[in-house]
């Protein structure tokens, strides 16, 4: 099977700062594919560098295919409109109603009426579980989860085939949290998507990925969730063994 996302010898670096070298990443059609690392390993670079919104200073990253490194804007467009993505804090603009933020990359790519691109902005709404009278709110009127099912049904606006999700559940109390993992899996199955998450929650992990890859070393490290909680890293052992995994056990 030919992965949906490859990436190959990627290098980036911010001055003296250097955060990849020579990593490399595949993510195969149909799966859930989680992305850990510490503190300044380079999570929310690598997710810009897959994005195509910046480049890396080495390396290719292909997504079905196209190459993103060095693509004109115009092929990168044609790249954007087959992926959805959320950022850690919604994004939504807070001069917006909720529908009309889901409205912008509908109106971004296709030439429809109001009505019908409502109407389209309406069932994304619905798709994410908000009731129908969210649409009409403003980011500011909307509690955290909410705010997180609103840019989730964004993501979702263009139909894509990609999902790339950015800290999805930080700042959600567990039965929230839990209850958005199982919207990603019921989403990611009825839509056929293939999703991408950057997370640092070990439940949301075991509850939705079929592989991680694990940032060490300025390169990445991934497998199963078997293979990785048997890898001998001293920081993957810590992450996926130490305190925080008996910690979420506990509370299980």
């Known amino acids: 099977m030919e992965p949906v996302i490859?990436?190959?010898?990627v290098h980036n670096r911010f001055g003296r700062q250097v955060v990849h070298e020579g990593l490399d990443l595949d993510v195969y059609p149909g799966e859930v594919f989680g992305i850990v690392g510490g503190?300044?390993?380079?999570?929310?670079?690598?997710?810009r560098?897959?994005?195509?919104l910046q480049s890396p200073r080495a390396g290719s990253v292909r997504i079905e295919g196209r190459e993103v490194v060095g693509a004109s804007p115009r092929e990168l467009l044609d790249v954007k409109r087959r992926y959805g993505v959320t950022f850690q804090h919604g994004a939504l603009f807070t001069s917006l109603t909720v529908v009309q933020n889901v409205e912008l990359p509908i109106?971004?790519?296709?030439?429809?009426?109001?009505a019908t691109c409502r109407q389209l902005a309406e069932l994304r709404i619905r798709m994410v579980g908000l009731p129908p009278e969210a649409a009409d709110k403003y980011p500011a009127q909307l509690?955290?989860?909410?705010?997180k099912r609103a840019a989730l049904a964004r993501a979702l606006a263009l139909d894509p085939v990609l999902l790339f999700l950015d800290e999805p559940t930080s700042g959600l109390d567990p039965i929230s949290?839990?209850?958005?993992?199982?919207?990603?899996?019921?989403?990611q199955k009825s839509l056929a998507l293939t999703v991408v998450m950057i997370t640092h929650d070990l439940d949301t992990i075991f509850r939705t990925c079929n592989r991680v890859g694990v940032i060490v070393?300025?390169?990445?490290?991934?497998?199963?969730?078997d293979e990785i909680t048997r890898h001998e890293h001293p920081w993957i052992?810590?992450?996926?063994?130490?305190?925080?995994?008996r910690a979420a056990a506990g509370a299980g």
């Open 39 to 47: 503190s300044g390993s380079g999570k929310s670079v690598l997710l």
């Open 107 to 114: 109106n971004e790519f296709h030439d429809l009426e109001p």
């Open 217 to 225: 070393d300025r390169r990445m490290v991934s497998g199963t969730l």
């Open 177 to 187: 949290a839990a209850a958005f993992d199982r919207l990603v899996l019921y989403l």
């Open 237 to 245: 052992r810590e992450y996926f063994h130490g305190e925080r995994r």
């Open 49 to 52: 560098t897959m994005l195509g």
């Open 6 to 9: 490859s990436v190959r010898g």
């Open 143 to 147: 509690s955290g989860g909410m705010v």
